[in-house]
């Protein structure tokens, strides 16, 4: 018998006293409470009219697909189909877990690292000023090289009872300091007046040939760009000042780091050997100079540090307006640029302002001297101007960018027979004369792509260049191996 409602077989069979007819018990119960009438007769109905059927235990007849083979295999392939759904859907769930998991790793990873390196960092900073508040003396070669700097520094300041704000009084250059100088500048001159072009100098074929040799990532990647360049001729090291506030020392020879000099807070604008002595001078934007003291294994403390500026440091000078300095072959002569595009020119034993130049457009971004001791290159936002120190006039200009396009270095070879510029690319030049044409034999392009040379300097026998750019590496161009043995 079968169920009036839903025609299958009922598990809890009842029937209607009224009309006789059998139902399911849930079934029969919830139309009675919806419509309280007979769903087969219409006729009103209760539950009281509804008596429950007693019977033997009921086995419902098998549905049509499974009493045949291909209902059985069509049920099959059915409960297999959704099993292969359930597996899929089990294998993109385990993908995602995987992924999830990699990424977590990855950011543990990425996590210990800054925090390894953060500790590197702290522990650099330590060192550097427990080295600092040791305050070691200098060697007496480099002390002649600036013992004014040294009562600017930091013993000087905590030695001192002075308010916070105030201004020492500083005594300048000290007599024994000047008769040093003097000395040191007979000598020098007499060694200029002998001085003869080198045989070992590389000729102008040679440099026309001149190619990039290496490329050297010196300086961090989230700080990129190289501010300031110098080079220990004797030794053929190269010292770098950076924007990430470092300083490197670098092996040309070799192609190594010596040492990373860690201890400004800001770029580094300007370093400097101080031969012949193992002193190397950093001048940076957090308004200090470091002076340190290098060993023969290459490692480099910073001995003192000079805290009288009030500006960024761009060269080891005044800060009053300077933008760069140099000083003369002859040891007496300082030359200066200024913010206001003036070149001011300095007597070391007077301490005044013996000559100004003026003419540039904008600051003066780098000054060089001729090793003949005639000629002043400076470089500015409008070009490069020469000067005749025997005249003191301009005699000659090289306007070689756009107006957007600054110069940002010049620098004569320790021959005095080139002169480079580094701008928007790097030129060198053949030195003539007042009158005789000064030639443009190389242009070498800027490499690193951000259009900027922003230093450039020429190693022993001008056999090789060292550029700095806005990005962090350090360029050499020279000649190839090959070609370079054959000039040998």
């Known amino acids: 018998m079968n169920c009036s409602i839903s025609g299958e077989v009922p598990e809890e069979p009842v029937v209607s006293k009224k009309s006789g007819l059998l139902y399911e018990k849930r079934l029969i119960e919830r139309h009675i409470a919806d419509y309280g009438k007979c769903p087969v007769t219409g006729d009103p109905l209760t539950m009281d009219d509804i008596v429950p059927v007693k019977t033997g235990k009921i086995v419902k007849p098998k549905s049509l697909t499974a009493a045949s083979i291909p209902g059985m295999l069509g049920m099959f392939q059915n409960e297999w189909d959704a099993l ?8 993109q769930q385990l993908h995602t877990a995987r992924q999830e998991l990699s990424h977590a790793l990855y950011q543990h990873d990425a996590a210990c690292r800054v925090i390894a390196r953060l500790k590197k960092e702290r522990d650099e900073a330590r060192s550097l000023l427990a080295q600092a508040e040791r305050q070691a003396p200098l060697p007496a070669s480099a002390a002649t090289a600036n013992v004014s700097a040294l009562s600017n520094g930091k013993r000087v300041s905590e030695d001192g009872d002075m308010g916070p704000g105030s201004k020492q009084m500083r005594p300048g250059v000290s007599e024994s300091i000047i008769a040093e100088l ?11 007046k002998k001085h003869q072009i080198p045989p070992t100098l590389a000729p102008v074929d040679a440099l026309e040939r001149y190619t990039q040799l290496s490329s050297h990532p010196l300086h961090k990647t989230n700080k990129p760009g190289i501010s300031s360049i110098d080079i220990n001729l004797s030794k053929d090291i190269v010292a770098t000042g950076g924007i990430d506030s470092s300083a490197v020392l670098f092996d040309q020879t070799s192609g190594v780091i010596l040492s990373t000099l860690s201890g400004h807070s800001k770029k580094v604008t300007s370093v400097k050997f101080v031969a012949p002595s ?3 001078l ?71 302002n013996v000559a100004n130049f003026d003419g540039h457009t904008g600051s003066i971004t780098a000054i060089s001297f001729s ?44 021959s005095g027979s080139y002169l480079a510029i580094a701008g928007s690319d790097v030129r060198v030049y053949q030195v003539g004369s007042v009158k005789a ?34 990005d962090r590496n350090l360029r050499i161009f020279g000649l190839p191996q090959g070609d370079a043995s054959m000039e040998s």
């Open 282 to 352: 950093s001048g940076s934007a957090d308004k200090t100079v470091r002076i340190w003291q290098g060993s023969e294994d290459g490692n480099c403390d910073c001995r003192h540090i000079l805290k009288d500026h009030t500006a960024e440091v761009e060269d080891p000078s005044n800060s009053m307006g300077y933008t760069s300095a140099a000083f003369h072959p002859d040891g007496l002569i300082l030359g200066t640029g200024t913010t206001e595009a003036t070149v001011r020119i300095w007597d070391v034993k007077s301490q005044g």
């Open 84 to 91: 292969m759904l359930s597996n899929f859907a089990l294998e």
């Open 437 to 470: 044409e000064w030639n443009c034999i190389k242009t070498l392009p800027d490499l690193s792509g951000t259009g900027r040379a922003t230093c450039v300097k020429f190693g022993s026998d001008a056999k090789y260049l060292a550029v700095g750019s806005m």
């Open 278 to 280: 193992n002193v190397i």
């Open 182 to 192: 003097t000395e040191c500048n007979a000598a020098l001159s007499q060694q200029r």
């Open 371 to 414: 090793e003949n001791g005639y000629f002043l290159a400076t470089a500015a936002h409008d070009g490069v101007k020469l000067w005749d120190l025997r005249k003191l006039k301009n005699f000659r200009s090289f306007e070689l960018y756009d107006q957007d396009t600054p110069t940002n270095s010049v620098d004569f070879d320790h």
